[in-house]
């Protein structure tokens, strides 16, 4: 078909790897916002997560999270983000990804809190007893005990997260930011089907790279330690597969 | 830089009321036939892997390779091949919910517990008697649980959909962006939360309202009352 | 509406004429029940019992073809089940599994109503049989009609399976260790009922259970099966405990196949001793000779309406006067004649008494029996059952 030689073309085009809109550099730009935003995620959801579902107190919390966090159209969200972005710095141009490394973090903060509370809550209650009765102190049950137990779920919902970081930083260069979303918008913009195609494949491709990977750590993890019932506990609280918590791009 | 006024403009949304009542309804009809031909393909599929178990690896893997490419991607690779029309947006929204539906339609049936199939079989149902009567109704509260799901991403997904058709509330996102004006956007992004949320609560109620043997109306009678003994 | 093969009758004979179930081909093929052959006449209750492995429930399955037969047929009522469609012959087959299987999402009453409905019975047709059934049961169909399996206590999920085996007067009745699941006390009054049940319906059961006691207790007719689904030995209860077949049927009914026996038979069944009696008030020179002569050294002293007061020792009787109620010793336990012969063993052996009085409902002497009759009898071969 002529729309993949007119792809092939785009990509062999050294126009295209060099300036600004290079793709090296969309490219670059579009890991180091997902990765700045997946990092602030970790660091704010993780021990929130892990201490809610060890502690088995706030459950109201990451059981609401979930559904707030699915209900929220990501879109509706980087815009908000902006509005206020604008207002408070009465500029449009500066801070061209805050808005966006916001929303990704708020939107991946939910799916990582819920996973941990259910991977944490799905550990046999026996076990950890055991564990406290042989006189480990709680961090050291958290750690050696239900940590390894609940790691397949934790890394699903780790997994869901960083494919909704990196949708939400695509559609990001809708309001102004960078990354390779800015092919996807300028394609649209001008009718430019090759550079349209180029940059939602260049998108797709690390979506579903990210995806793919980080589901070859969770099967791992989940190995060690026979834990394959994370997707029966997903279907159980009617919440569809463990890791499918929300679509990316929303 | 352009002045930004006052945050939202009430006096300006009260003035267009139809219009933002006919973007919601846009948004809803987009959602509905998405959920609904989503579902049927869905329900056909998980037939398919009734008949033939094997096939749920496959077509999990393909579901689940779809789900992860961000919306804005999966339209943009269709665009080119279909256009930009409503076919092109609701293609790509089925596609999403496929993921979901498959896994809980099969999770719904295969929750049947073994003795109740058995007992259906030897009382005399025939197989789609057994389907219908039986399995479907015990397998609506998983089912149910996934529909919920589908329809909350999806009505997020419709308002990204608007950067490729101007339908819905997007597009009161989109427009309001381009033209700078917050209240448009902040009107279509609340508006797209709420409907989320308003979904989100009706499928709540449904999924109470479909199963009413779950919830016992007196407790069991314990000790067995003493019938005249044998 | 009657059935339109000839099923109207309320119990059918089921015949099984080398019935083979193999899985697999070749080499590795399994046996799981081997050229199975019995009969069961109409109206009874055969009970098919035997270790795990033997086959039994498969055997039940294949009866409703649930399971496929590899060879063989299975006849009811003179029709080979084999050309009926399967779906139509479970309509006419009661089937109780020990999960009951009760479907979760119907109420009570549109459980026990659902082969009715499957064979399109009048809606007031139907719901007159539903409430007839619970109270068959022992369940109040106003109370537990409306009610969701989830609310029942297990006892209460097993007679309503009962009650939806039986609601469209199926001929043959299916049971798979249905009283597996309850406490022993309950499995027995479980079992007390549908004894009854049968005596009022008279329908012809098969009854798949692991445990001998039961299958003696339940069933007018045994059939022992062994591992690979073999026919261990065929016939009535008394005859399987009194003549084993083989060594194998002899373990499985286990050693104390003697006292089991003993569970079969009632007091009345045998021949019951007459005791030398007197009343209070009567001579007791001449109730004293007619004690001497007896080989018993005890009197029976009864009162005006031959109800039993006591022993009198009869060195204890004086050679002149009356005899008097205060000189009976009353030691011997009552019987009734229902009692079984087991348990009158084991009341005999309980006091330490040679001899119990059997007295009928109003407490009047009928005899006496003895241990040594009752181990007498053990000793006699089963002359016809």
């Known amino acids: 078909m002529e729309l993949l030689a007119d792809l092939a073309a785009w990509f062999a085009d050294p126009a295209n790897w060099s300036g600004r809109d290079a793709i090296p550099v969309r490219l670059s730009e579009h890991l180091l916002i997902s990765g700045l935003a997946m990092a602030a995620a970790l660091a704010v959801a993780l021990p929130t997560g892990l201490y809610i579902g060890h502690s088995g107190r706030f459950d109201l919390v990451a059981i609401n999270l979930a559904n707030m966090g699915r209900a929220v159209p990501s879109y509706a969200l980087l815009v908000v983000f902006f509005g206020i972005f604008v207002m408070e710095t009465r500029s449009a141009a500066l801070f061209t990804n805050g808005p966006t490394v916001l929303a990704m973090i708020a939107l991946a903060v939910p799916s990582i809190v819920t996973n941990a509370w259910v991977g944490l809550r799905a550990v046999d209650a026996d076990l950890v007893e055991a564990a406290r009765g042989m006189g480990m102190r709680e961090s050291q049950v958290l750690r050696r005990v239900e940590l390894p137990l609940a790691l397949p779920v934790i890394l699903a919902g780790i997994r869901t997260a960083t494919v909704q970081v990196i949708a939400t930083a695509a559609l990001g260069a809708v309001i102004g930011g960078g990354g390779l979303g800015r092919y996807i918008v300028q394609g649209l913009a001008r009718f430019d089907d090759a550079r349209l195609l180029a940059g939602a494949v260049m998108v797709a491709a690390l979506a579903i790279g990210a995806d793919v990977g980080l589901g070859w750590l969770e099967r791992r993890a989940a190995a060690r330690t026979g834990s394959a019932a994370d997707a029966e506990a997903g279907a159980a609280t009617g919440r569809g597969p463990a890791g499918a918590e929300r679509p990316a791009g929303v | 830089m352009p002045e930004i006024g006052p945050l939202v403009d009430f006096p300006w949304l009260l003035e267009r009321v139809d219009m933002l009542a006919l973007r919601t309804a846009e948004h809803v009809w987009l959602t509905a036939i998405a959920v609904g031909a989503g579902f049927a393909i869905s329900f056909g599929l998980a037939l398919l892997i009734r008949r033939l178990p094997i096939a749920y690896g496959p077509i999990t893997a393909a579901a689940s390779i779809l789900y992860a490419i961000p919306s804005l991607a999966l339209f943009a690779l269709l665009v080119p091949i279909i256009g930009r029309s409503v076919l092109t947006v609701e293609i790509a929204l089925v596609g999403y919910t496929l993921l979901i539906l498959v896994h809980n339609i099969v999770a719904g049936f295969r929750s049947v517990p073994a003795e109740v199939i058995d007992a259906a079989d030897a009382l005399g149902y025939t197989a789609w008697g057994r389907l219908w009567r039986v399995e479907l109704p015990l397998a609506l509260p998983i089912i149910v649980a996934g529909l919920r799901i589908a329809t909350v991403t999806t009505i997020g997904l419709v308002t990204v959909a608007a950067l490729i058709a101007p339908w819905g509330l997007g597009f009161l996102i989109t427009d309001g962006f381009r033209r700078f004006f917050p209240t448009l956007y902040l009107t279509g992004a609340a508006l797209s939360v709420a409907l989320a949320m308003i979904a989100d609560a009706l499928f709540v109620a449904l999924e109470r309202r479909v199963t009413p043997w779950t919830r016992p109306a007196e407790p069991p009678t314990t000790p067995e009352r003493a019938t005249a003994a044998g | ?385």
């Open chain 3, 1 to 385: 509406m009657p059935d339109s093969r000839g099923a109207d009758k309320t119990a059918a004979t089921l015949e099984l004429r080398g019935v083979t179930k193999r899985y697999g081909r070749g080499a590795t093929a399994t046996t799981a029940v081997d050229d199975l052959s019995f009969t069961v006449p109409a109206g009874m209750i055969c009970a098919l019992v035997g270790p795990s492995g033997s086959g039994k429930t498969t055997t039940l399955r294949m009866i409703n073809r649930l399971i496929e037969p590899t060879s063989g047929e299975i006849v009811l009522d003179g029709q080979d089940v084999m050309h009926d469609d399967p779906v139509e012959l479970r309509r006419r087959i009661g089937y109780v599994i020990q999960q009951v299987g009760l479907l979760p999402h119907l109420t009570v009453g549109e459980n026990v109503a659902v082969v009715p409905r499957l064979l399109r019975w009048e809606r007031e047709r139907i719901a007159a049989r539903v409430d007839e059934l619970l109270a068959l049961v022992g369940l109040d169909p106003a109370r537990h009609r409306q009610r969701y399996p989830v609310e029942l206590s297990g006892g209460e999920r097993q007679r309503v399976g009962v009650a939806r085996a039986l609601a469209a007067d199926p001929p043959l009745l299916l049971m798979d260790e249905p009283f597996g699941a309850v406490d022993p006390i309950r499995r027995e009054r479980l079992q007390n009922e549908l004894l009854r049940l049968q005596q009022r319906l008279a329908k012809t059961i098969v009854f798949v259970t692991h445990d001998i006691d039961e299958a003696i207790k339940m069933g007018d007719l045994i059939a022992v099966l062994r591992q690979g689904g073999r026919l261990a030995q065929f016939g009535p209860p008394a005859e399987v405990l009194a003549n084993p077949a083989s060594d194998f049927v002899a373990r499985f009914v286990g050693a104390d196949r003697g006292l089991k026996r003993l569970s079969l038979e009632r007091v009345r069944d045998l021949q019951l001793g007459t005791p030398v009696t007197a009343r209070p008030g009567d001579d007791a020179a001449a109730a004293r000779a007619r004690v001497l002569d007896d080989p018993f050294p005890y009197l029976l002293l009864v009162d005006a309406e031959d109800r039993p007061i006591g022993w009198v020792d009869q060195d204890d009787i004086g050679a002149e006067g009356t005899l008097g109620a205060d000189m009976a010793v009353p030691m011997s336990p009552f019987l009734s004649p229902h009692t079984t012969l087991r348990d009158a063993l084991s009341l005999l052996l309980g006091e330490a008494v040679m001899a119990g009085i059997v007295v009928d409902e109003r407490e009047r002497l009928l005899g006496l029996v003895s241990v040594e009759q009752i181990a007498e009898r053990l000793r006699t071969p089963v002359a016809n059952a």
